[in-house]
Every structure is written in structure tokens, then in C-alpha cells.
């Protein structure tokens, strides 16, 4: 999220990342309400589009859950599941009865041959990347004429409520990861992929308390992940204040504020170079 004072706002290393995710494989499936709702959204769009065939790629796969339904979609002749995390690519291997392609990659360096994708879907990956600009230009070059891509993200302001009661627990310290600004989406999205439509809204989570929703993004392995962060467990104190500070709603529970955003692109034309080649 937007820097504070001194706080130090850079991403996480891609190692910390992949060991993260791929510890929290067993248990991520069980708390992925805002993966699904947003995964969905783009799934049911998909499912609506006539004549899908080809090859298709999951960028960011996880677990394989979408991996599994793009691969019922449609008529595909091959689907790959590309992540990261080694420990998410072996359990989503490991609970697939369907012929995939299971891949761990780095999306900043997609390996596939130029235009040999007929879909990209990629699923709140992008967030966790320290060059979105460059996974959005990857899947430019591979994709084929005709071909389509469907990317969703979180942006600034996600996480907004903790992010501020954290604030006042504990001054000086981050306890939540770095997003891009809607605008800087907008201009990279603007540059790479020309035509693209990107959709906005706000989406609010409830939970019982706090501390389930701390628990929430444990099990997704998605907690705080810059470099700079303390490896030592969070102080009880300073949790307890974290609780106190976090707004409460009227009937008593909380919510979660979660900035998403949806890019959807078709490569129409493969002799157009973004501002990005032509420089």
C-alpha cells in the first residue's frame, strides 16, 4: 500500500513468495472466498463466449481450482497450470484427475513460445509481482491473433481498515503488502495492451472479528510479505491493539474493504507495438 513516513513499501523477494503460498497449499482452497468471487466473475464471462478452443494458460494458478474448470471449458487441446510456488504446482498435480500441464514459472518470464496461447487467465497473481507492467507484456507475446486474456487484481486501498488500525497499534511498522494505484494500472495496462477494458469496484468482506480475518489470509498465504518485516511472531499486546483500533460494524462484526480490479483484452492485431516496443 501507499509508504507512510519511513516505511519501507518494497516487494517481497520472489522466494518468499513462492515458500509462502506453497506452505499455506493445504489450506488455501478452504479460505479463498475473494480468489473465487473474483475468479468467478471473469469464469462466468468466459463460459458465456462462444467457440473456445486452443491452448490455454492459468497464470498464477494456485491450486489448480480454476486450472480445473478451464479445462472443462470449451475445446481445448492443452491447459497449463503456470505458478511460482514448487509446493503449489505439486499439490494441484497431485488432485487433478484431468490431463494439465502443470508448470512452476516465473510469470516476468512466461516460457512459452511467442503466440502459442489461445487464452490467459490469470487470477489475483499480478498483485504479488514487482513488475506487473512486464507479466502484462509477457502474455501480450504470447498470445495468438485472436486470442484472449482475463487478469484480475487488487489495487491501493485494499485491506484499508487493517491497514489503519495497524497504524495506530504499531506506528513505524507496515503489517500490509504494497499495492499498485488504480492509475498505474491504468497507464500500464495502457502501454502494453492497447483496447484493453479494466473494471473497478469495491468489494466488502464481512468477518466475525479481526482476528479472522488475520486468519483468513494466513491460510492464504498471503500475510505481509516485505523483505523488511519482523520474522518474529507479532507481539499479543500489539495484536490486542489491532483489534481495539479495527473499526467495528453496528451489528458488531467487521469488515474488509478490497480494491479489485479486472482487465479483459483481445490481440487482434500482431503488427500494433505497444509504446513500450516502440521505445
Given at each position: ?10 516487494p ?11 506452505n ?8 479463498s ?18 467457440g ?64 502459442s ?108 510479505k ?38 479483459s ?9 505497444t509504446?513500450?516496443?516502440k521505445?
Amino acid at each position: 500500500m501507499s509508504a507512510l513516513g519511513a516505511i519501507d513499501t518494497r516487494p517481497a523477494n520472489k522466494a518468499d513468495i513462492a515458500r509462502e503460498f506453497g506452505n499455506a497449499r493445504t489450506t488455501y482452497d478452504s479460505a479463498s472466498r475473494l480468489q473465487r468471487l473474483m475468479g468467478n466473475a471473469m469464469f462466468e464471462t468466459l463460459q458465456s463466449q462462444a467457440g473456445m478452443a486452443g491452448c490455454a494458460l492459468d497464470l498464477g494458478c494456485g491450486t489448480g481450482w480454476f486450472t480445473r474448470k478451464l479445462a472443462g471449458l470449451g475445446n481445448f487441446v492443452s491447459v497449463t497450470g503456470m505458478d511460482l510456488s514448487p509446493g503449489m504446482i505439486e499439490h494441484a498435480g497431485a488432485n487433478t484427475p484431468h490431463d494439465i500441464i502443470w508448470t512452476v514459472a516465473d510469470a516476468e518470464a512466461i516460457p512459452l513460445p511467442d503466440q502459442s496461447c489461445d487464452l490467459i487467465f490469470s487470477n489475483l497473481m499480478i498483485q504479488w509481482c514487482a513488475a506487473p507492467a512486464q507479466v502484462l507484456r509477457e502474455c501480450r507475446r504470447v498470445l495468438r491473433p485472436g486470442g484472449k486474456l482475463v487478469v484480475s487484481t487488487l489495487l491501493d486501498g485494499t485491506l484499508r481498515e487493517l491497514d489503519q488500525a495497524w497504524r495506530q497499534a504499531d506506528p513505524g511498522q507496515n503489517h500490509i503488502n504494497r499495492f499498485e494505484s488504480e492509475a498505474t494500472l491504468r497507464e500500464a495496462v495502457s502501454r502494453e495492451l492497447p483496447g484493453a477494458e479494466i473494471e473497478t469496484k469495491t468489494l466488502r468482506l464481512p468477518y466475525t472479528s479481526p482476528l479472522t480475518l488475520a486468519a483468513e489470509l494466513k491460510h492464504l498465504g498471503a500475510g505481509y510479505k516485505n523483505a523488511s518485516r519482523r520474522r518474529s511472531m507479532t507481539a499479543p499486546g500489539r495484536l490486542r491493539a489491532m483489534c481495539r483500533h479495527y473499526p467495528r460494524e453496528p451489528e458488531g462484526g467487521v469488515v474488509a474493504s478490497y480494491e479489485a480490479a479486472w482487465v479483459s483484452w483481445s490481440c487482434r492485431d500482431i503488427n500494433h507495438k505497444t509504446q513500450t516496443e516502440k521505445e
